[in-house]
């Protein structure tokens, strides 16, 4: 017998304390994207390749391409705006493996105004609802950088656990770094969401 | 670990379209057969026709459908086909069809075997939840077959057919992943 919530009542999943999921136009989400690019220490944080510029025009044919052309049952994407301004702050994509119920995340909050103050936080949350209420998924799984201790940080908050460590497998600034892989199962979360101990 | 795709009588195979298209053709002129595989009106077809819409069906390399062709096991004819759809993956739901085309193999357990061995493969591999399926009323032999595999009755669509000059029901049958865990321990 699988856990149950021992409360629930049908929520708006895509709306949370602080942020919402939205679908942006293209064309906009892509001018956010190609300004946040600019700033490199977010591309540091969010990704592991080179730093690159590219227009907004490459952006928003990358999006048309992922997001745009049909559904695809493995692969949502979100954009995330500040509840209280409607500011598009960011993005959030899901990854389902279908066969094995096994959610892989991404995000990136790409306005520095917006960090630190729990808005990643709570778009983590509404992932994670909305992984196990709507897609099934068995468990949920990220990666992060050693020299993302904020990330860690807000992973932790919202029930994420280390699982484990690729030691050393990127260099930055000169330096070799760890990966960091964490993840949640299903009855953990409902544990968290029925407020019992850990 | 066995071999999922081998049963007692049958084997499941890759779907040939030039193979397949031409087995199909011939089945195709069985109204009997062709009667119990569909509901609409039964036409006729080229092989050329058939082997397009065959070619077109597996151009979808997705998780959502795995279709085979099924083979005797004693001298690997091609007697059917047989095919699981994912309708819902947070479900984890498929659809199953099942059609012997070869009437030489009817009523001997050949569907029963290709049955079986697609709800092993439905639930080990793909990890489904239920798989699902529908059968006309008037193909006793066709559910008799569908219980034996482990199907329930989940219900029916009454007098939704109409074939012959008079009316007759569609029926619902489903297995749940615990039910067929229960059966095959």
């Not at chain 2, 151009?59 to 795995?66: C, K, M």
Request: hydrophobic residues 35%; charged residues 30%; aromatic residues 12%.
């Amino acid at each position: 017998m699988q856990a149950r919530l021992l409360e629930y009542e049908m929520k708006d999943l895509f709306r949370g304390e602080l942020v919402r999921f939205t679908a942006e136009e293209p064309e906009f989400r892509a001018r956010q994207e190609a300004r946040w690019a600019r700033d490199t220490e977010f591309h540091r944080l969010a990704d592991s390749d080179p730093a690159q510029l590219y227009s907004d025009k490459k952006i928003k044919e990358w999006i048309e391409k992922n997001f745009e052309d049909g559904f695809k049952p493995g692969r949502y994407s979100f954009s995330i705006r500040a509840l209280e301004d409607d500011k598009l702050i960011g993005f959030l994509g899901l990854w389902l493996n279908l066969i094995h119920s096994e959610v892989w995340v991404g995000i990136g909050i790409g306005e520095r105004d917006y960090w630190g103050k729990g808005y990643g936080t709570d778009a983590m949350k509404l992932c994670l609802r909305y992984s196990f209420m709507d897609l099934g998924a068995q468990r949920v799984s990220l990666g992060v950088h050693a020299y993302n201790p904020r990330a860690f940080r807000a992973y932790e908050k919202a029930g994420f656990r280390l699982e484990g460590r690729t030691r050393q497998d990127i260099m930055r600034e000169g330096k070799r770094t760890d990966s960091l892989w964490m993840g949640i199962l299903r009855e953990e979360w409902i544990q968290m969401q029925n407020g019992e101990q850990r | 670990m066995n071999d999922v795709l081998s049963g007692a009588l049958v084997r499941l195979s890759a779907v040939d379209p030039d193979e397949f298209s031409k087995a199909f053709t011939g089945w195709r002129r069985d109204s009997e057969f062709m009667r119990l595989m569909d509901a609409g009106p039964i036409r006729l077809g080229s092989q050329k026709d058939s082997q397009k819409s065959i070619e077109k069906e597996l151009e979808d390399e997705d998780l959502n459908q795995h279709w085979f062709t099924i083979r005797t096991l004693a001298d690997d004819k091609l007697l059917g086909e047989i095919g699981l759809f994912v309708v819902s993956w947070p479900g984890r739901d498929a659809f199953v069809g099942l059609g012997i085309g070869d009437r030489d193999f009817w009523g001997r357990g050949y569907g029963t075997d290709a049955m079986k061995l697609i709800l092993r493969y439905g639930f080990m591999e793909v990890n489904l939840s239920r798989v699902t399926l529908t059968v006309f009323e008037y193909n006793p032999r066709a559910i008799r077959s569908y219980e034996k595999s482990g199907f329930s009755h989940e219900g029916r669509l009454r007098r939704y057919l109409n074939k012959d000059g008079r009316r007759w029901d569609l029926l619902f049958m489903g297995i749940l992943r615990d039910e067929w865990l229960e059966q095959n321990r």
